[in-house]
């Protein structure tokens, strides 16, 4: 495969993460008392979920945008998605295990989300890193 080519299941993945973002990210933004309320937060900081709305926007956002790019800019992108994924990933499993919130079902669906695209983004990065050798 060309340095330049970029696959297009990727290119769907990347339409796939701007939709899942958005719809994760305008309930969260508008409304974050009501939506993490009704999920089992016990307390919620309409500062910091309004933020985390704010990085889910402009992550989605991009990965709409950028869906058509060369294979150095998905590179680029990839590399902020894996670094994003993981390090949610972490937060959300450190805070679950010190029993934030009582560990509501809902962290642990947001962690496994993260953990899934974090594997989907570790596979396309490796992939690219492989293509381009």
């Known amino acids: 495969m060309p340095t330049s080519s970029v696959p297009g299941a990727l290119r769907k993945w990347f339409v796939v993460h701007f939709w899942a973002d958005i719809l ?16 089992g937060w016990q307390q919620v900081d309409p500062i910091t979920a309004r933020l985390v709305a704010a990085a889910l926007f402009g992550i989605g956002i991009e990965s709409l945008l950028g869906r058509n790019a060369d294979a150095e ?44 695209f974090h594997l989907l983004w570790v596979y396309w990065r490796l992939r690219m890193r492989q293509d381009a050798a």
């Open 24 to 39: 994760f990210a305008l309930p969260l933004f508008v409304a974050p008392q009501a939506v993490l309320s009704l999920v």
């Open 73 to 116: 800019s998905f590179r680029t992108m990839l590399n902020l998605k894996v670094i994003w994924s993981a390090t949610a990933s972490v937060g959300i499993a450190w805070s679950i295990a010190e029993g934030a919130h009582g560990r509501p079902p809902f962290a642990w669906l947001v962690l496994g989300i993260f953990v899934v």
